[in-house]
């Protein structure tokens, strides 16, 4: 069990007979009728139920952590769904489970499947133990806390049985999966196809704009390259945390001041605003003004100070470069930039620069487009916000589509993997479970 999903199942079993329309409180008879069968196993009303209020409790939490938002799980449009959901979950869940008995999967598992299922299983109780402990009574310490905590999961039938038969089942049908996928493969005529077509479409969209495959080029791969992007690399210099938090703070107090000045400017535009009022706000208007202006002489000083703090570090940078001290060493010695540090991809390559990308700092772009040849550095150059930036003109980006070979294994894998997947759900839903499930 993924360990995001932990907290809403101990959310769904709280809620386990909640207010779904599904079954109605306490009708254990309607609650125990048979909704549909499988290969002669039949799934009560009640497991629908539980099912479906776990789904909903799942929407509810991704909801809330990752888009910050609540999910309504009494809505019965959200219901319906969940209900549906949950139905298809369950019969595929009883298919696969058929065909790890059919296939004898289970007697696939080796002795570091098993080692890796208890340490799954371990890993996903501690993490719902973590959770139980902010549960219960918080002036428990020790054992206490321990013990209680562990009660807590008790009370909610969570435990790490049931986490070890959790992991085991994920484990039979990852086995199963690569069962069912052994003989898919992928042709070089394939990967030639799809190859074809990234180029086609990355020309459509990157030729006569070169400002746009830069953007693109530094997040992943661009499968053509247009004229007037050169690759760059750069040691950057950046300012002292003590410096930084003073910029920061500066720029808060600037905020702040600009803040009431257009609060107190609106009401001097406001034709209804009494007169009383706007000649209070004349007066605040002056002096929010003047806390402005010295909040900006502030930002000013403090990024002045913070570059004053690494001017004799970036001047001795330029003069080894000068000296003819190695760049490549250099810049694993020297650069604050985790995209130019050893192990990254554009350490190696550079970064993509062209005229009037939007992604780098303008500075940083009006730095690299002015070097006139390959080899060329900059002098040390103001960024906007957090240092110096050293530059070198690393290379010309080749025109014309990325090579084959640079791509292939990478193209052929991801064809692989999608093919896979394609075939797995193929086998699954619209063989294995087409041939046997039903409603009843």
Not at 114 to 140: G, H, M, N, P, W
Not at 275 to 281: G, L
Not at 423 to 429: A, K, Q
Request: hydrophobic share 40%; glycine share 4%; aromatic share 6%.
């Amino acid at each position: 069990m993924k360990k995001k999903a932990i907290l809403a199942l101990l959310l769904a079993m709280t809620m386990l007979l909640s207010g779904c329309a599904l079954i109605k409180k306490d009708a254990a008879v309607d609650a125990a009728r048979v909704i549909l069968s499988y290969n002669g196993t039949d799934v009560t009303k009640a497991q629908v139920q539980a099912q479906t209020d776990y789904e909903l409790q799942q929407m509810a939490y991704m909801y809330s952590m990752y888009y910050g938002s609540s999910y309504d799980t009494t809505d019965p449009a959200n219901i319906a769904a969940a209900q549906e959901s949950a139905v298809n979950n369950i019969i595929r869940d009883l298919v696969l489970k058929a065909h790890v008995q059919d296939m004898k999967i289970e007697e696939k598992l080796s002795e570091d499947n098993l080692k890796e299922i208890k340490e799954t299983a371990q890993s996903d109780y501690d993490y719902a133990l973590t959770y139980a402990r902010t549960q219960v009574d918080q002036t428990l310490e020790g054992d206490a806390l321990e013990e209680a905590a562990k009660a807590y999961l008790d009370e909610h039938q969570v435990s790490l049985e049931a986490y070890e038969e959790d992991a085991k089942q994920a484990k039979l049908l990852e086995l199963l999966r690569a069962e069912v996928v052994k003989d898919v493969t992928v042709s070089d005529e394939d990967v030639q196809k799809e190859y074809d077509s990234r180029v086609e479409s990355a020309k459509g969209t990157y030729e006569g704009n070169p400002a746009g495959y830069a953007d693109a080029a530094n997040s992943g791969t661009v499968y053509y390259a247009p004229a007037g992007v050169r690759r760059v690399k750069q040691i950057l210099l950046k300012f002292p945390q003590e410096n930084q938090t003073a910029i920061t703070d500066a720029n808060t107090k600037v905020t702040q001041a600009s803040s009431k000045v257009t609060a107190t400017q609106q009401i001097l535009d406001d034709a209804d605003a009494p007169e009383e009022d706007k000649t209070k706000a004349q007066t605040d208007l002056e002096a929010a003004q003047a806390e402005l202006e010295e909040a900006n002489k502030a930002v000013t000083e403090a990024t002045d100070a913070a570059y004053a703090a690494i001017d004799a570090e970036a001047d001795e940078v330029l003069k080894q470069l000068k000296d003819g001290a190695d760049w490549e060493t250099l810049m694993a010695e020297k650069t604050q930039d985790p995209g130019m540090q050893a192990g990254r991809e554009t350490a190696e390559t550079g970064y993509a620069v062209a005229e009037g990308m939007t992604s780098f700092d303008s500075a940083f772009v009006d730095a690299a487009m002015a070097l006139k040849a390959v080899g060329d550095v900059s002098d040390k150059t103001r960024g906007s916000s957090n240092g110096y930036y050293i530059i070198k003109y690393f290379a010309d980006q080749a025109e014309g589509a990325i090579p084959l070979d640079t791509v292939k294994d990478t193209l052929h894998d991801t064809l692989l993997s999608s093919k896979q997947t394609s075939h797995y759900n193929e086998t699954v839903d619209a063989g294995w479970r087409k041939r046997e499930s039903r409603r009843i």
